[in-house]
């Protein structure tokens, strides 16, 4: 069974159109990491204005699914040139840009 994963990235407002621009041509080994990684229908969307990213995906476990990404030596890679882009979620007072959200209504 698929588990479903929503999430949040808080992108700094000014570095909106840089970051779109490398997402053009996101390096194929961040994909193949990802799908070896268990990550699938992976979409990202953008309220431009404020820089809110809501991101999904599909996987078996999301947790496993993050822990084979952060084994990922390119995911490291990729990751350090990404930095510059995302404020660090609201409260959590990690470095991790990202913010999971909580399914509770989901309709076939």
């Known amino acids: 069974m698929s588990e479903r994963a929503c999430f ?14 490398v997402h ?9 990491a990802l799908t070896r990684s ?8 953008l309220r431009a204005e404020d820089g809110l990213v809501v991101g999904y995906c599909e996987t078996d476990d999301f947790a496993a699914a993050t822990a084979a990404m952060d084994r990922e030596d390119v995911s ?4 350090a040139t990404m ?6 979620a609201p409260g959590d ?15 076939d």
């Open 93 to 107: 007072g990690s470095d991790r840009p990202r913010e999971r959200l909580v399914e509770y209504f989901h309709l």
């Open 8 to 21: 949040l990235l808080h992108l700094r407002p000014e570095l909106v159109a840089e970051y779109l621009e």
């Open 38 to 45: 268990g990550w699938r229908d992976y979409s990202l969307f």
């Open 76 to 79: 490291a890679r990729w990751e």
């Open 83 to 88: 930095s510059k882009y995302f404020r660090p």
């Open 24 to 32: 053009r041509e996101v390096w194929p080994e961040v994909l193949e």
